[in-house]
């Protein structure tokens, strides 16, 4: 709820994973406490540096997920001597935050495509905004069948789905079906 309470005990020591400078690694040792909110019940303190349970402070996450963009998460890893997974974390919130906060309204034009991701017939449907102003990925869904796309239309929304005037797609027929 974030409202100040005492705390009752601590929870053993913790590393936060932070920033590496000249080559070192940097490390936050804390200790939090729990504390039992009247409201809520028994929680452990929330630590401004990082959300929920990961080790990786904010600030490395965002300067990892920077990187990534840059190089190869394998590289990045190597270069700031982490784990791959911790590169994929980061880049994984860096997503979800730009998700949570992507601009979706005024999209006139959309174009619809697949792409083959691994041998064999795998494939990911990709969804583009194509407006004169605005080219960018929107959504990727995986295979590329009617329930697919189907789910691109969920998410976008009836109102906004009512707002398209034009729709680019191949001559795929599960495509067609749909739109």
């Not at 053993?12 to 009247?38: D, H, L, S």
């Not at 999209?107 to 795998?122: C, F, L, S, T």
């Not at 959504?139 to 109102?159: A, C, M, P, Q, S």
Request: glycine residues 8%.
């Amino acid at each position: 709820c974030g409202h100040r309470r005492p705390g009752y005990d601590k929870q053993p020591t913790q590393r936060f994973e932070f920033i590496p400078m000249w080559g070192f690694k940097i490390f936050f040792c804390y200790a939090p406490r729990r504390v039992n909110c009247p409201d809520c019940g028994i929680h452990v303190e929330r630590m401004p540096w990082v959300k929920g349970k990961h080790r990786l402070t904010e600030s490395y996450a965002w300067f990892l997920a920077g990187w990534a963009k840059r190089l190869s998460w394998k590289e990045v890893g190597e270069a700031f001597h982490t784990t791959w997974h911790h590169v994929f974390c980061s880049v994984e919130m860096a997503v979800f935050w730009g998700r949570e906060r992507m601009e979706l309204s005024g999209i006139k034009a959309i174009g619809v495509d697949e792409i083959q991701w691994q041998r064999g017939h795998h494939y990911l449907t990709l969804v583009y905004q194509i407006d004169a102003s605005c080219r960018r990925l929107l959504w990727i869904g995986k295979n590329r069948k009617v329930k697919t796309l189907l789910g691109f239309f969920r998410w976008f929304g009836k109102e906004r789905t009512g707002n398209l005037q034009y729709i680019c797609s191949d001559m795929w027929k599960p495509y067609l079906k749909v739109i």
